[in-house]
């Protein structure tokens, strides 16, 4: 208020312009907030239907393709874990058209390769085809998955992308909830083949439809350029979708720390789900328990996310980004550590579940908080791409670890260490000269 009183006395008419001015503005908002939430709808049945499809059906289906085309387990885990490195990957070249063209198109066409890909696993003749065709789907998971989401969002919503971002992330994580039985009753009636011929259909109905009617929006510019950010030349002309120069940013000393800190804190939370119910049932719990277990985990992870706004406020950049990693690391160690009773190792996997959804909406904010949303799609293309890398292999890593190292719990010690470790690196990810709340999102 104090500020307003030290400035200028504003005229009358200068007064009514900007009273105008505000009027307008707020038309055009309350004009603006039904196709945004079009968007947000839109991008949440997208979003779970892409991660059921492409995601949580395989571990469904892993069975009985091995039973069938008589491949091996790690053989098919492997074609689909490329995938998702190659998502990783392909995620950096992605994250730059989204700063420049936004999400309509690309989204659009990667729903249509994704179709393909499907199928083509589907008729895959021999294990090469199948590795192939899950090549061509990390293509096209890249494309449509959390990243195009989170951009389009993040530029879209403005101050409001942390409460858009938490209700597609929420949506999103009941994606097992309903594929993994949806694809075993289909299973009961086709073939894996035909299970995945049908989700194809599936994919094909509800992503390509929604990504090329809703999405077609105007993509604003970029918000440093279009509020003249710091460092920004304010007399030249305003280049809507040329994104300012990043080389400085990733170069620089935080952003390395917060690769290095997403990377080994990605490996050792994915190790920990994907081995939580070898761990349990090497404990003595039956193979149902843990799998239990493993659910309730899953309904932490909302919990966590429901949670992230209100820790978002109560806690700084660095407190928040070093606690929630110090998080994963205490409950691994406690998984590590704590004999039993089961009870109480499902408690702590409930505990650990919450702290891997707070970890989801950190990596979607960590670029805005600390460079803004300007160049938003190739940051995180970036800082994504080694930690998809990471989570693709966390499944083979884990087990191939447990045995070297004497068993799971001695596993899940090592990875509570990994956890520690990426905490410490996260305190240095803070860069000197921080956005401003306005300049993150105007």
């Known amino acids: 208020m104090n500020s307003f009183r030290a400035g200028p006395r504003t005229s009358a008419p200068e007064s009514g312009a900007a009273a105008a001015a505000g009027a307008a503005k707020a038309a ?47 053989a ?80 879209w919503y403005g101050p409001g992308h942390l409460a858009a971002l938490t209700t597609v992330t929420l949506v999103a994580g009941l994606a097992s909830t309903v594929f993994a039985p949806l694809t075993v009753a289909l299973a009961a009636h086709f073939s894996w083949r035909g299970v995945y011929v049908v989700l194809a259909a599936v994919l094909a109905v509800v992503t390509i439809p929604l990504h090329a009617v809703v999405l077609r929006r105007p993509w604003p510019p970029p918000p440093a350029a279009a509020s003249g950010g710091p460092g920004a030349d304010k007399h030249a002309p305003a280049a809507p979708h040329s994104p300012p120069d990043v080389r400085p940013v990733i170069r620089s000393r935080p952003f390395l720390l917060l690769v290095a800190a997403m ?12 081995n939580l119910v070898p761990l349990l049932t090497e404990r003595g719990s039956s193979t149902t328990v843990a799998a239990w277990a493993l659910g309730l ?21 660095r407190g928040r980004i070093t ?24 408690v702590i996997s409930v505990l650990a579940g919450a702290a891997r959804g707070m970890a989801t909406l950190l990596s979607a904010t960590a670029v805005t ?44 010690a090592l990875l509570a260490a990994l956890g520690g470790t990426a905490a410490v690196l996260a305190l240095g990810t803070v860069p000197a000269h921080m956005p401003t709340a306005r300049q993150r999102v105007e």
């Open 263 to 274: 990377t080994i804190g990605s490996f050792g939370m994915y190790a920990g789900v994907v």
């Open 28 to 74: 055009a908002e309350d004009d603006v907030r039904p196709r945004l939430r079009a968007v947000l709808t839109a991008l949440c049945i997208t979003e779970i239907t892409s991660w059921g499809v492409l995601y949580y059906a395989f571990p469904v289906l892993a069975p009985a393709i091995t039973d069938d085309t008589g491949w091996s387990a790690s």
């Open 297 to 317: 985990g899953g309904a932490g992870q909302v919990v966590g996310r429901l949670g992230y706004a209100a820790l978002a406020r109560r806690s700084g950049v």
């Open 323 to 346: 606690g929630i990693f110090a998080a994963t690391a205490l409950t691994t160690a406690m998984l590590a550590f704590v004999p039993g009773p089961v009870w109480l190792l499902v």
């Open 76 to 155: 098919s885990t492997a074609a689909f874990s490329v995938a998702l490195a190659v998502s990783g990957i392909v995620g950096i070249p992605v994250g730059r058209l989204l700063d420049r063209r936004g999400p309509h198109l690309l989204m659009t066409a990667g729903s249509a390769v994704a179709v393909l890909a499907v199928l083509a696993v589907a008729w895959a003749p021999n294990l090469w085809w199948f590795a192939a065709a899950w090549v061509l789907a990390g293509v096209a998971m890249s494309a449509i998955l959390y990243q195009p989401a989170f951009a389009a969002l993040t530029r």
């Open 369 to 412: 908080e600390r460079w803004g949303a300007a160049s938003y799609g190739t940051l995180s293309g970036i800082l994504s791409a080694p930690a998809m890398a990471a989570s693709a292999l966390s499944p083979w890593a884990g087990a191939a670890l447990a045995g070297p190292l004497g068993g799971y719990a001695h596993m899940f």
